[in-house]
């Protein structure tokens, strides 16, 4: 985990690395979960027999439940002492570039594209989180995450 006193601290980090999450395992159970919660529950996610014999030779996560792991990844990936809050504004952009075999373990490196104020006291940060599956050449998954800190 990066720590940063103060909003500040980020300003001449603009086009640089923020540094990485922990790793997380997306396991059976997980996608079953993510499934049940989201209706979405197609047989290359859920059906591992079935899988086996699909496009990806066993089953996959869903691409919506790699994007939800970004808040677990930043909150394990940096933090800045002087926030009180942080609310997630959205995204700009959202790529699934590979797929997520159930097993693997995956983090995400940040790179920040901007910091701007905004109204209401609140600081937007625009972060590129690119989602790195372990032992993978590219990442499974780069979105350009929207978060207003308020101090």
Known sequence: MRLFDTLADLQPLVGQSLG???????????????AEATEDRQWIHT???????????????????????????FETGFSVRE???VVNYGLNKVRFTAPVP????????????????VAGGATQLTVEVSIEREGADKPVCVAESLARHYR
């Open 83 to 85: 926030t009180r809050m």
């Open 20 to 34: 990485h999450s922990d790793w997380i395992t997306v396991d059976q159970p997980r996608v079953n979960a993510f």
């Open 102 to 117: 159930v097993g693997s373990r995956l983090r995400a490196a940040f790179r920040l594209l901007a910091l701007d104020e």
């Open 47 to 73: 059906d591992p027999e079935r899988a086996q014999a699909g496009p990806f030779g066993g089953p996959i996560a869903h691409g919506f439940l790699t994007l939800s792991l970004i808040p677990y990844f």
